[in-house]
């Protein structure tokens, strides 16, 4: 695994994805793969392709969010039945107050209102959305390896 993140090269991949065609969950979970070097095969990029625009569509959670949630569940969740989650629900807990916090929400139909789904204003802000998640979440991962 890569710890030597350059956090502006991190948010510029992720926009570079995220402009290419994937959608905010996928360039998450891309973006992250890319800079910690971590063997994620692409099946996980494509287990997150429901989340977008609020879980397909249907503007519950935000896909940022999801795609962020999952990448720590790759570091900190279970591998077996009955392992302790209470790590991860810890930093999963952190992530979402600070994206909260910083996007002014978490439901997709909510930080997206009034914006029509394929409008440059709406690509903007989930663009700056898919910066502030990969970044935060490189953070989480980065300062829980080192302790």
Known sequence: MNTNVDMNKLQDNAVKIFTS?????ESVIAAIRDAL????????????SGFPWGLGGAGCICGALA???????????????GEPVDKCFQLTQEFHDYFKQTCGGTCCRI???GKEKNSP??????????EITVEKVAEIILREYEK
Do not use: N
Request: net charge positive.
């Open 21 to 25: 065609g994937f959608a905010c969950s």
């Open 111 to 113: 930080l997206t209102k």
């Open 121 to 130: 204003e709406r690509k903007e802000q989930c663009t700056k959305f898919v």
């Open 67 to 81: 795609g962020g949630t999952m990448c720590l569940g790759y570091f900190f969740g279970r591998r077996t039945p």
């Open 37 to 48: 070097e971590l063997d994620i095969p692409d099946s996980a990029i494509a287990m997150s």
